[in-house]
């Protein structure tokens, strides 16, 4: 099982929503930007890492949303969602196709991996 953290980074009651690169797993579906959690490494300080390398942005680490279990035909991850604010850094895209910041109400809008959807849908009874 793969251990991932992903960043719902709230500004001005946007959040930001990154698509999935033609080269990567999953190509061109949406996500919640983060990474895998490296051998000893907290999930907040993963979250905190993979932001900056991918988006370069800094943020505060908020309070953790439901983890999501998933597998795929190629592998099964567990997803660590956390409600962020952004802190610090310039937004600029080292890995994805595109990163976006879309109102909470066209979240549903995207085409997202399978293992961000019930993320999306968590949030959206959050924020009804």
Known sequence: ?????????EHENKILI?????????PLKWEFPGGKVES??????CLKREI???????????VALTAVEHRYSE??????????????????IAEHAQAIW??????????????????VNEIMQLWS
């Open 102 to 119: 879309v109102d909470k109400s066209e979240l549903q809008n995207y085409d997202w991996a399978e293992a961000d959807v019930p993320i």
């Open 40 to 45: 000893g490494e907290s999930k907040e300080d």
């Open 18 to 26: 990154c698509q999935r690169s033609e080269r990567m797993k999953l």
């Open 52 to 62: 900056w390398e991918e988006l370069g942005l800094e943020i505060e680490v908020g």
């Open 1 to 9: 099982m793969l251990y991932v953290t992903c960043a719902i980074i």
């Open 75 to 92: 592998l099964s991850l567990c997803l660590y969602p956390f409600l962020c604010k952004p802190t610090g850094g310039s937004l600029a």
